[in-house]
């Protein structure tokens, strides 16, 4: 049995590899820097809590993930709604020309689809198969498959708009 | 495809470079819950708290009424109803940590989630219901019995007993209606974006938009 020391210093070093998912998931769901803070604190206080039931029967970072949706839609407090983002909002001058805002777009986009929708993307994109996303949010490997297949119809067709058919 | 490129550069660019400092990490596994849970939670300590002070009040005036009967049984009454609730809410409380498990998809957990949030919701709301009669009957009994009237006496006044009848017909749904507005006030919005995402993932939305 691990001392809590020793938990306490395993769960920084995993949490310090996998960053780039608690900043990116809780990119995705809010925008003001104070919710971004609260719900930061919340879903490393979640993940600490249940990192003693981890028994690495999967990678840390799909556990993560897992624990991070669980926090951010099973969890979530009332938080202050985003400014709504349009397509047609985004500057085409501006958006087609670098690299850096390519991807920018792309992120918007994601943030544009409603709540479980964007948790379903973000898992495809970062490379999770249908049957993985299944078992992480607990859809039928089915009802991913199709709703991948929507998704990113609507995403390809919301971004060729955006980037001037540049895809 | 070029929307994996696109994604892996977003991680790569605005992901990567972000540096979490392991004090920024320690402090946050010592920081308090901000879910709903934990808010309910924290809503029935409280109330246990309140019973625990109404509970030594009403035990004082036990004691300072010990002289008439009636008024000690009145109040200990309703004192009973506080030592109930007192427990049971401890006992509700938890159980909601028990059954926090994390282990389960994100689908499970946020049922177990809602139906954590429901039956907290409602035993509140019943015992609310339930203490609140207990409460009228013996208030007016109390009183009765201050006036130097004795249970007998009172149970056959056909006058007072339709009074307390009435009372209580009348704060029924008057009690009933004004927690299930404090909840849904409360947690209304909550439990609604709950299920709605929870019908989601099921598919129930989907199935309706491809219909």
């Known amino acids: 049995m691990k001392q809590d020391s020793e938990l306490k210093e395993e769960f920084v070093k995993q949490i310090k590899e996998n960053e780039g998912i608690i900043h990116k998931v809780i990119g995705l769901y809010v925008d003001n820097p104070e ?30 993930y897992r624990v991070y949706l669980n926090t951010v839609l099973a969890f979530k407090r009332k938080l202050k709604p985003s400014e709504e983002l349009k397509i047609e909002n985004l500057n085409h001058e501006t958006t087609k020309e670098t690299k850096k805002e390519r991807y920018e777009i792309l992120y918007y986009l994601i943030k544009q689809l409603d709540e479980v929708d964007r948790m379903i993307m973000s898992l495809h994109l970062d490379g999770y198969a249908n049957p993985e996303i299944g078992k992480i949010t607990g859809m039928t490997n089915n009802h991913v498959t199709v709703k991948i297949h ?13 980037t001037d058919g540049t895809i | 495809m070029e929307l994996y490129k696109e994604w892996q550069e977003l991680n790569e660019h605005l992901f990567q470079n972000q540096s979490l ?151 029924v749904p008057f009690v009933y209606f004004v927690g299930q507005y404090l909840n849904n006030k409360s947690f209304g919005p909550y439990i609604s974006e709950l299920k709605t995402n929870i019908n989601k993932l099921e598919g129930v939305e989907f199935l309706k938009n491809m219909q």
């Open chain 1, 35 to 64: 919710d971004n803070k609260d719900l930061y604190q919340e879903v490393l206080l979640q993940a600490w809590k249940s990192y003693k039931n981890f028994k690495g029967k999967s990678k840390f970072s799909t556990w993560l």
């Open chain 1, 150 to 162: 929507r998704l990113k119809t609507k995403i390809v067709e919301q971004f060729k708009k955006a």
């Open chain 2, 21 to 171: 400092k392991n004090e920024e990490i320690m402090n946050a596994i010592t920081s308090e819950s901000s879910s709903a849970i934990n808010k309910i939670k924290k809503g029935l300590k409280m109330k246990s708290y309140w019973c625990l002070l109404f509970v030594f009040g009403f035990t004082i005036m036990m004691i300072l009424a010990r002289d008439n009967i009636g008024s000690v049984v009145a109040i200990g009454v309703v004192n009973l109803m506080y030592i109930i609730g007192f427990f049971q809410i401890n006992k509700e409380s938890k159980r909601m940590d028990s059954e926090l498990a994390k282990d389960i998809n994100v689908l499970d957990s946020m049922k177990r989630n809602a139906r954590l949030i429901e039956r907290s919701i409602n035993f509140e709301r019943n015992f609310f219901v339930f203490g609140a009669q207990v409460i009228v009957l013996c208030t007016m009994f109390y009183r009765q019995f201050g006036m130097g009237e004795t249970f007998e006496m009172l149970i056959n006044d056909t006058g007072f007993l339709t009074f307390a009848l009435v009372a209580c017909i009348v704060s």
